[in-house]
């Protein structure tokens, strides 16, 4: 069946960085739009970023752009999210999403909590 995992969170003190990973199974990865998510805590989910199947970024949410990369390895049936430069703001939980042409299938997200 389709799975996305999420990997990589953490705690990390503010200005540093993290690498966030989604492993996909289950269908034709390469053949579909891949997105990024967020909630923080009290607050509704953030799209934060999205890459079309060709591995071309298309989306970057104006609180992250310059800080945030996302890439994709159609090979290895991953996603990442680079992320730089993070701030207490960025603390959420995490999703990796599939998207377009099909209806939209979420992992079960990782925590990023950054903090001092």
């Known amino acids: 069946q389709v799975q996305l995992v999420e990997s990589g969170g953490g705690l990390v003190q503010p200005g540093g960085s993290l690498r966030l990973s989604c492993a996909a199974s289950?269908?034709?990865?390469?053949?579909?739009?891949m997105s990024w998510y967020r909630q923080a805590l009290g607050k509704h989910r953030e799209l934060v970023a999205s890459?079309?199947?060709?591995?071309?970024?298309?989306y970057s949410a104006d609180s992250v752009k310059g800080r945030f990369t996302v890439s994709r390895d159609n090979g290895k049936n991953m996603m990442y999210l680079q992320m730089n430069s993070l701030k207490p703001e960025d603390t959420a939980v995490y999703y990796c999403?599939?998207?377009?042409?099909?209806?939209?299938?979420w992992g079960q997200g990782t925590q990023v909590t950054v903090s001092s």
């Open positions: 999403v599939r998207k377009w042409p099909a209806s939209d299938v």
């Open positions: 890459i079309n199947s060709a591995g071309t970024p298309t």
């Open positions: 289950g269908f034709t990865f390469s053949m579909y739009v």
